[in-house]
Every structure is written in structure tokens, then in C-alpha cells.
């Protein structure tokens, strides 16, 4: 048991992290200064970016559940 939940939580912290660098910068911030306020004026369906936000929030759900789940096996 402890296994598998050690395998989703790497798994999840992986997606999390390539999922998160996907989102389109709000502005001001580190996307900026790699070309993101040129992009972020161009091209962007909504629909993609509302499945990306629920891909990524379906994730990290499951990225805390292996939390807890590990903490409470090792108990």
C-alpha cells in the first residue's frame, strides 16, 4: 500500500509540475520575461484553459490524498 501511494505521489508531483508551467501568465511575472506577454495577447482558447484548470485541480486532489494517505500508513 505504501508503495503504490509513494508511486501516485511521484507520479502527481510530476503532472503537477508540467500541468502548472502550462497555465498562461497573469502578467507581471516570470512568463513576462520569457516572451509570456506576447503570447498571452494571442491565441488561448478558454476551453482549453478551463480543462487545463480542472486537470490540474483534479490532480493536486489526488497529490494531498497521497499525502494523507502516506502519513497516516506510516502512523
Same mark, same amino acid.
Do not use: C, P
Given at each position: 500500500?505504501? *508503495? ?9 508531483? &510530476?503532472?503537477?509540475?508540467?500541468? *502548472? ?26 476551453? *482549453? ?9 483534479? &490532480?493536486?486532489? &489526488?497529490? *494531498?490524498?497521497? #499525502?494523507?494517505?502516506?502519513? #497516516?500508513?506510516?502512523?
Amino acid at each position: 500500500m505504501v *508503495v503504490a501511494l509513494e508511486i501516485i505521489l511521484a507520479i502527481t508531483s &510530476l503532472l503537477l509540475i508540467v500541468f *502548472v508551467l502550462l497555465h498562461k501568465g497573469k502578467g507581471g511575472g516570470l512568463s513576462d520575461m520569457f516572451g509570456g506577454g506576447f503570447t498571452s495577447q494571442h491565441g488561448g482558447s478558454s476551453v *482549453v484553459e478551463k480543462n487545463l484548470d480542472r486537470i490540474t485541480i483534479v &490532480l493536486t486532489v &489526488l497529490w *494531498v490524498a497521497a #499525502i494523507v494517505g502516506l502519513g #497516516i500508513a506510516y502512523k
